[in-house]
């Protein structure tokens, strides 16, 4: 799988910006998908992830710091994975990562086979 990200941008504290994950390959439907992000001098996080499912939000993972503010969705005939991302604040400021794995959605960077080449959000105050 090859996973192309996109939509990142400079946008003021308040804003909204949307990310998207094209991925490669006829299975995208089987793997999970998460988006990480990783500011400098910082370790890489998953803000969001989602199970193979597109209609389950049960499956859906969210870190504390974006509940409410981004949402993780899919579109299995497109092969695209989407985060949504509002009310942005300066601290949400990194560059952003998707990656896909097969099997259960999954939080920790190890357990992801397949990255993005990451897309730079940047939120002013």
């Known amino acids: 799988v090859q996973l192309q990200a996109s939509g990142g941008g400079l946008v003021q504290a308040g804003g909204s910006l949307r990310l998207s994950c094209a991925a490669s390959g006829r299975t995208f439907s089987s793997y999970a998908m998460g988006w990480f992000r990783q500011a400098p001098g910082k370790e890489r996080e998953c803000v969001a992830a989602?199970?193979?499912?597109?209609?389950?939000?049960?499956?859906?993972y969210y870190a504390d710091s974006v509940k409410g503010r981004f949402t993780i969705s899919r579109d299995n005939a497109k092969s695209t994975v989407y985060l949504q991302m509002n009310s942005l604040k300066p601290e949400d400021t990194a560059v952003y990562y998707c990656?896909?794995?097969?099997?259960?959605?999954?939080?920790?960077?190890?357990?992801?086979?397949?990255w993005g080449q990451g897309t730079q959000v940047t939120v002013s105050s």
């Open positions: 989602k199970s193979w499912s597109e209609f389950s939000t049960y499956y859906a």
């Open positions: 990656a896909a794995r097969l099997g259960p959605r999954a939080t920790r960077p190890d357990e992801y086979d397949y």
